[in-house]
């Protein structure tokens, strides 16, 4: 029992606390940079903090025909859970029924990489970006069913598609178009918050899945070179800057209308650059609307 007045603290202190996601290797899973997962979860938002756990280096062979883990086995696998903590064991493991990930009701996690690698590059996602948006997906799933005895993961997912974190994906171009979109449509973003799941996580977990979405600059500039009129003009002004290096070279006259010349290029191309990241920021952000 709580005494009469405590429960507004205590409601206060559950809203201030900090979820620790705790990230670890289950069996080799070295080509992900899980401290990189780490960044992308705790630059978004302040409410959940990833961070990378100790790895468990052997998880022995699958325990169906060889090819696949039970859930029972590939939770057995994972080390001792701090009560506060959600665990996220982050695998190579093919898991039975062909799942891309398995969650605990008490806050354990294994998003498989296994079949990840294809659906990876359909969506233009890393490898680090799929398992932070797996992760924060399952979690919101754990949350849910957390906050009430009768709520299971069936009452959240939805057949329908709408690129929502809870569509039900079996076929493969269904899933990448939830990876690439990830949002939480307004229905299952309602369960959510009526269900009770802290009001400061799931915009958190939102957060997190925008900056997945926002294009970088690096991100954007790479993809605007694949595209002929970006790349023309671009390649236009470098051109012109190395003509007029060349000329300065050879004739050894380093003059003022050069230094300007190649000024006005400069300004130019960050320009161009800036702009082609803006236009592709606006896009990402039409998508997410859509
Ligand atoms: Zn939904």
């Known amino acids: 029992m709580t005494a009469p007045g405590l429960g507004g603290a205590t409601l206060m202190l559950h809203h201030l606390a900090?979820?620790?996601?705790?990230?670890v290797e289950l069996g080799y899973a070295g080509d992900v940079d899980l401290p990189l997962v780490c960044r992308i979860i705790n630059r978004a938002q302040k409410s959940l903090k990833a961070k990378v756990g100790t790895s468990v280096?052997?998880?022995?062979?699958?325990d169906i025909s060889g090819i696949a883990y039970t859930r029972a086995s590939i939770f057995s696998l994972l080390p001792d859970r701090v009560e506060s903590e959600i665990l996220i064991g982050v695998t190579?493991?093919?898991l039975s029924g062909n799942l891309f990930s398995m969650t605990t009701p008490v806050g354990e996690i294994v998003p498989s990489?296994?079949?990840?690698y294809e659906l990876c590059e359909l969506s233009g996602r890393t490898l680090e970006e799929y398992i932070a948006q797996s992760a924060l997906s399952e979690f919101l799933q754990i949350r849910f069913c957390q906050s009430s005895e009768g709520h299971t993961w069936a009452d959240l997912v939805h057949d329908e598609v709408r690129g929502c974190l809870f569509d039900f994906v079996p076929h493969k171009p269904d899933k990448v178009h939830k990876l690439r979109r990830g949002w939480l449509d307004?229905?299952?973003?309602?369960?959510?918050?009526?269900?009770?799941?802290?009001?400061?996580?799931?915009?958190?977990?939102?957060?997190?899945?925008?900056?997945?979405?926002?294009?970088?600059l690096v991100g954007s500039f790479l993809d605007g070179i694949k595209r002929p009129g970006f790349g023309i003009l671009l390649g236009g002004l470098a051109g012109g800057g190395l003509v007029n290096l060349v000329t300065t070279a050879i004739t050894n006259a380093f003059s003022a209308t050069i230094l300007v010349s190649l000024g006005v290029i400069a300004v130019a191309s960050v320009a161009l650059v800036l702009g082609n990241w803006i236009q592709a920021m606006r896009a990402a952000r039409a998508r997410i609307r859509r």
């Open 18 to 23: 900090v979820t620790t996601l705790k990230l």
């Open 57 to 62: 280096a052997t998880i022995g062979e699958p």
């Open 186 to 216: 307004p229905q299952c973003r309602a369960k959510l918050i009526n269900a009770g799941v802290a009001d400061d996580e799931v915009p958190a977990a939102e957060a997190v899945i925008r900056a997945i979405q926002r294009p970088t």
């Open 92 to 94: 190579h493991a093919p």
């Open 113 to 116: 990489l296994h079949g990840s």
